[in-house]
Nanobody, 126 residues
Framework: QSQLVESGGGLVQPGGSLRLSCAAS????????IGWFRQAPGKEREEVSC????????NYADSMKGRFTISRDNAKNTVYLQMNSLKPEDTAVYYC???????????????????WGQGTQVTVSA
């Protein structure tokens, strides 16, 4: 069974850091476009970052540029999201998503996602 599993969320103070992991089983993440999305209470899900399956080009939402870094480790079949200088407005459930092999670019639209993880809660609060 193919699935994505996120981990690494938690409670952190403003200015702190977290690293989220997205591990795949049943399929390989190599050559797939992978995106991180988030959804805060009462808001729509939005794309945070993306790493393309074609050439590992990365893409970030404007408010995350300079603070978040997406990367992949093909040997571990895992994609990471390093989040630094966290703010209270970063509080949300974070989801990783994999596109089909046909879609290999960034940004990743939700309509192009073939697999979603279950989400991991990130709370930024003093």
């Amino acid at each position: 069974q193919s699935q994505l599993v996120e981990s690494g969320g938690g409670l952190v103070q403003p200015g702190g850091s977290l690293r989220l992991s997205c591990a795949a089983s049943g399929f390989t993440l190599d050559a797939r476009t992978i995106g991180w999305f988030r959804q805060a209470p009462g808001k729509e899900r939005e794309e945070v970052s993306c790493i393309s399956g074609r050439d590992d080009t990365t893409n970030y939402a404007d408010s995350m540029k300079g603070r978040f870094t997406i990367s992949r480790d093909n040997a571990k079949n895992t994609v990471y999201l390093q989040m630094n200088s966290l703010k209270p407005e970063d509080t949300a459930v974070y989801y990783c998503a994999a596109a089909s092999l046909v879609y290999r670019l960034c940004p990743l639209s939700q309509a192009s996602v073939s697999s979603w993880g279950q989400g991991t809660q990130v709370t930024v609060s003093a």
